[in-house]
């Protein structure tokens, strides 16, 4: 099945770039254009994307205003931010106003595939240029949490090892030649992992890791 797209950016250039780049992915279609968050309400209830690229910075209403907006009325359509803008603090409110991801307008189409995939298969996508600096905007705001011990949620030594290595960005085949594992043992303390977490997405278990005192600031 086609995934529908809608593309809000008040800079028709990077709309054409982005159409051009989706036209060389299969599986996906972009069914509306906007140049202004004031637009995206009323594309979203004539068109019913799937996804969502907005932009944040843009003439009237911000990506970020349009994102909770639509969020109130109850739209459920997954977002990309499609941005610039490098700023923790920025990257951080979109994800809690709801965004499902944030990839970053320098990207490469391979990239832009990634993240379309992630959020089509119900998974979180960041790019890994801001993932250190989401985890240590989260980590700044994370409040008097206590260090996982390896009986928490019932996570093993050995899946807690696994669940480090994921949230630093490291693949399966990484990790599994690193800890002298097989591909599959991986996978499998992979899925165990988030199965016993109820998190079924990276950017979820960085975040997870991040308020758990898994990780720090030094990792």
Not at 106 to 119: G, I, N, R, V
Not at 164 to 172: A, D, M, N, Q, Y
């Given at each position: 099945m086609t995934c529908r797209l809608l593309l809000?950016?008040?800079?028709?250039?990077?709309?054409?770039?982005?159409?051009?780049?989706?036209?060389?992915?299969?599986?996906?279609?972009?069914?509306?254009e906007a140049d202004d968050g004031d637009q995206l309400l009323d594309l979203v209830k004539r068109l019913n994307p799937d996804i969502v690229l907005l932009d944040i910075s843009m003439r009237s209403t911000s990506g970020l205003d349009a994102l909770t907006y639509l969020r109130a009325n109850g739209h459920t359509c997954k977002v990309l931010i499609l941005s610039m803008h490098t700023d923790p603090e920025l990257i951080m409110r979109a994800l809690e106003s709801g965004?499902?991801?944030?990839?970053?307008?320098?990207?490469?189409?391979?990239?832009?595939?990634?993240?379309?995939?992630?959020?089509?298969?119900?998974?979180?996508?960041?790019?890994?240029?801001?993932?250190?600096?989401?985890?240590?905007?989260?980590?700044?705001?994370?409040?008097?949490?206590?260090?996982?011990?390896?009986?928490r949620h019932n996570l093993t030594a050995r899946q807690l090892e696994i669940?480090?290595?994921?949230?630093?960005?490291?693949?399966?085949?990484?990790?599994?030649?690193?800890l002298g594992l097989s591909i599959k043992t991986v996978e499998t303390h992979r899925s165990q992992i988030m199965k016993r977490l109820q998190i079924y997405d990276v950017a979820g278990l960085v975040l997870f890791a991040v308020?758990?005192?898994i990780i720090s600031l030094d990792d």
């Open positions: 809000v950016d008040d800079h028709s250039l990077i709309r054409a770039g982005v159409r051009a780049l989706v036209s060389d992915i299969p599986g996906y279609l972009v069914v509306g965004a499902h991801g944030y990839l970053l307008k320098d990207t490469t189409a391979t990239e832009l595939e990634q993240a379309l995939t992630a959020l089509r298969a119900d998974e979180r996508y960041l790019s890994p240029a801001i993932a250190h600096t989401v985890i240590n905007q989260a980590l700044l705001h994370a409040q008097n949490g206590k260090p996982l011990g390896a009986d669940l480090r290595l994921i949230v630093r960005g490291k693949s399966t085949r990484e990790i599994a030649n690193g308020r758990e005192k």
